[in-house]
């Protein structure tokens, strides 16, 4: 018998430098040695291929790290080792996360011709002072370049934004939506600032702005970006989602492939949890997969399904009790756009 289809993610684990507020695992690095790193993962591919059999695969996604700076050749391996290995869907969703100043026009070209269809642009802010704060290694007109050059080739193109910073006001994000709608953009992702520890942002005593303001700017991007918002922090033109997310966030099966990466196996009727490196991988519970599965497809628009299982772990007489946080439609649950602002305190309250 068949297993089902599983997504792909490739972990590339290496940056130019490291911004102020990655807590990724990834490693700055000026030579990388991409042979010995291609020769890890394609075994890894080779690996999941005997485990699993010829499943398909409908996406595939590398990220970082930065993916954008492995050779072509590197990406040529895997994606070859894919289809292999597994049964690469025609009309597979191939997704690389870049970031400016790291692809030519010739460079991401030879990207394309290799397979890749849907480029993921870390611009962070179209502000140079502020890209510098974050410790970017690109300016503003470099992220507007390889986002033409890549609108221009055909590419479905997403662009990453950072707001929240110390500083920002409800205003200013309403002045970087407006820069955004002018780009014409087909999808965004908005994430908040967050201060991890270990990172240099963590060491520093940042005047960050208030929760309340917060809530302001993550109300104003809903009112001001020229974009539906179908998940927390992502917003794009129907039909435009980033189906790899959406597949994780669905609780659907994936394969995690690089020393960081995490997956999600689905094998003889059975979850798995799975860190890396092929071998690492162990049953877990269906209350527990089903706890993971509220926690990401409530992240959501359309939230998630109420299966029998999530109904086992979900408190209903809590959700009955505040419909201005929580609603129920077409046996899916998920959260108003007041129980957004909140996600992380709804979840905790809907889980027993």
Not at 88 to 109: F, V, W
Not at 111 to 139: P, T, W
Request: proline share 4%.
């Amino acid at each position: 018998m068949k297993n089902n289809p599983h997504n792909i993610y490739i972990h590339v684990p290496f940056c130019k430098s490291k911004c102020n507020y990655c807590a990724f695992f990834s490693h700055a690095c000026s030579t990388p040695d991409w042979g010995t790193y291609t020769n890890e993962i394609c075994e890894e591919i080779k690996y999941w291929g005997c485990r699993l059999g010829q499943i398909d695969v409908p996406t595939v996604f590398f990220g970082g790290g930065t993916p954008s700076l492995m050779p072509v050749e590197s990406f040529e391996k895997f994606i070859n080792a894919i289809r292999i290995n597994f049964n690469l869907t025609s009309d597979a969703e191939i997704t690389l996360e870049s970031n400016p100043g790291t692809l030519t026009a010739k460079k991401l070209d030879a990207f394309k011709k290799a397979g890749v269809n849907r480029l993921s642009i870390g611009v962070q802010s179209l502000d140079d002072e502020k890209l510098k704060f974050l410790a970017r290694q690109h300016n503003a007109q470099d992220a507007l370049n390889l986002i033409q050059i890549a609108q221009n080739m055909g590419l479905r193109v997403s662009a990453d934004f950072i707001y929240g910073l110390p500083g920002d006001t409800a205003e200013s994000v309403i002045a970087l939506c407006r820069q955004i709608n002018n780009i014409g953009l087909e999808h965004v992702s908005m994430y908040e600032l967050t201060i991890e520890e270990n990172t240099p942002f963590g060491k520093m005593n940042l005047n960050m702005p208030s929760n309340n303001e917060m809530a302001k700017m993550y109300m104003a991007i809903s009112k001001h970006l020229a974009l539906p918002r179908y998940e927390v922090s992502n917003y794009c033109t129907p039909g435009q989602e980033c189906l790899h997310n959406q597949n994780i966030w669905d609780g659907g099966a994936y394969i995690g492939i690089g020393r960081a990466a995490a997956g999600r196996i689905f094998l003889d009727g059975m979850w798995h949890e799975q860190m890396g490196h092929g071998a690492r991988f162990e049953k877990i519970s269906n209350s527990t997969r089903a706890i993971e599965m509220i926690l990401t497809g409530m992240r959501t628009v359309r939230g998630c399904q109420l299966t029998d299982a999530i109904k086992n772990v979900i408190d209903m007489e809590w959700v009955s009790q505040h419909p201005e946080y929580v609603k129920i439609q077409n046996n899916r649950i998920s959260a108003t756009t007041q129980g957004m602002l909140i996600l992380d305190e709804i979840i905790a309250k809907i889980i027993r």
